[in-house]
């Protein structure tokens, strides 16, 4: 089971970062976390450069995150370097969800 975690060093910004493989029982913890930051309208990047595995809920989850925090008006971003696991890349190259959600390749660039 993989870990989610949270990072607010940064002023103006919350970095939720997911360790590990996440599954269904992930998804919802991670939808729950999205919808309270997305809600109180602060800009959000999330980190999977330590996610070893992601299954259709938790692609789903930042798919809807993606479009609530469009229509809030709500910064998003999703850091998926080369150092992210093969099979999440793979998972993003293959469904061409780079093409719809806003993956930039390190934290510094989805900071700024």
Not at 31 to 58: C, K, M, N, Q, W
Request: aromatic share 6%; glycine share 8%; charged share 25%.
């Amino acid at each position: 089971m993989g870990q989610i975690w949270t990072d607010t060093s940064e002023p103006g910004v919350i970095v939720v970062g997911l360790e590990g493989e996440h599954e269904l029982y992930s998804a919802t913890d991670l939808r729950r976390r999205l919808d309270t930051i997305v809600g109180e309208g602060l800009p959000v990047v999330i980190d999977l450069t330590g996610a070893t595995f992601l299954d259709s809920s938790v692609v789903a989850v930042l798919v809807e995150t993606r479009k609530q925090a469009w229509d809030a008006g709500v910064r998003f971003a999703i850091v998926l370097g080369d150092d992210a696991a093969e099979p999440v890349r793979r998972m993003f190259q293959i469904t061409r969800l780079d093409s719809i959600l806003p993956v930039v390749n390190d934290r510094e660039h989805a900071l700024h």
